[in-house]
């Protein structure tokens, strides 16, 4: 298992870091580390010379109720679950001093690799995301994630997730 991205510690500048996306440059600068501490999350660090943050990306459990699924992929699933297991793309962001270098698909495609190998461990049907604006959901979109209804949430099944990555 080869990862471009690193656990963040207390090394990584964080202060430094701006994507532009207020919401996002105020959690990892504030918050990332307490949920990393208490085990909300796992962040994953994208690291520069002097241990600068180009990106990064959280992780964690989730579940989504099986109702909220496309009908083609629920009647897959077993009945008796009503909420399915998936693993949660909760931050992904880009410092504006590395953008449009591509290091957003480097990035999700670092989380889909993870998702994926951890998901043989602990059940995950799916990589969930909830696109900050309409860039986000844009981005997402061109990478196969879909849109669930009536919860502003994108997926993509782990069994798509494991074609990028089995031959």
Known sequence: MTYLTVPL?????????????VQLDNYLH?????????????????QGENDVIKGFYTLSND???????????????????????T?????????????????????????????????DDIGSM???VDPLDNNALLFYKKYGFIELPDSGRMFLP??????LFVT
Do not use: W
């Open 9 to 21: 510690n207390s090394l990584h500048r964080r202060g430094d870091f701006s994507c532009g996306k």
């Open 30 to 46: 504030n918050q990332v580390s307490q949920d990393v501490k208490r085990k909300l999350s796992a962040c994953f660090i994208l």
């Open 63 to 85: 579940s989504i109720p099986a109702d909220h699924l496309p009908s083609e992929i629920r009647k897959k699933m077993p009945p008796s679950y009503t909420n399915l297991p």
């Open 87 to 119: 693993t949660l793309l909760g931050r992904l962001a880009v410092d504006k001093d590395f953008a449009k270098q591509g290091l957003g698909e480097l990035l999700l495609l670092d989380a889909l690799k993870r998702s994926y190998d951890i998901s």
């Open 126 to 128: 799916a990589v969930i």
């Open 158 to 163: 782990m069994k798509l997730v494991s074609k």
